[in-house]
């Protein structure tokens, strides 16, 4: 685990938590869960205070963050007062049942907290999967790139988040971790 990497999450039905885990997994990065009352534990928030990278992470409920993710961005106001975040690296990522599902408007209000709070956004970086050939199960299939985005069947169990969207979240967590080295250099 890399404790300058965090990938902070809210996950009501545990589909968006396997999405945030294989993120974890390829950026080395500490799992902080938002519990079902929007709460972060104080230990957590001291993680992101010395975390050089913030992922945010949320299912898209009706074309935005679920409200308990909601209610951390709002509680972030007091970071944000201080400038806590300022100049860390940050990116995002949501999962919704539908292809589409309005996944856009999760992403824009991450990036837009992301940029209130005067951080460096970073997208996916990943070419999409978007020929005849294309299937679910291939890399970045739902072509997103100002941040990731994962679809997972509204009747699906938590084993059943597509193949194609967890190697996805892998690569995204690896560039995550990448990028990270090359800001570590530059240092």
């Not at 902070?8 to 080395?28: K, L, M, Y």
């Not at 079902?36 to 963050?65: D, H, R």
């Amino acid at each position: 685990m890399n404790p300058e990497i965090c990938v902070v999450f809210h996950s009501g039905f545990g589909h968006t938590q396997r999405v945030a885990e294989a993120i974890a997994e390829g950026s080395q990065a500490a799992l902080l869960r938002i519990d079902e009352a929007g709460e972060l534990p104080s230990n957590e928030w001291e993680k992101l205070s010395q975390a050089k990278v913030i992922v945010f992470g949320s299912p898209t409920y009706m074309g935005n963050v679920s409200w308990q993710f909601k209610k951390f961005l709002d509680a972030s106001s007091a970071v944000w007062a201080r400038q806590g975040w300022r100049n860390k690296l940050a990116a995002g990522f949501t999962n919704s049942a539908g292809i589409n599902g309005d996944k856009h408007g999760t992403l824009q209000a991450l990036f837009t907290v992301s940029q209130q709070h005067g951080m460096i956004w970073l997208g996916t970086g990943l070419m999409p999967s978007n020929t005849k050939g294309s299937t679910r199960d291939d890399l970045n299939f739902l072509a997103s790139f100002s941040g990731l985005m994962a679809a997972t069947p509204a009747d699906a169990g938590v084993d059943e988040v597509p193949k194609g969207d967890l190697a996805t979240a892998l690569a995204f967590g690896a560039r995550v971790r990448e990028v990270t080295a090359l800001f570590a250099k530059e240092a």
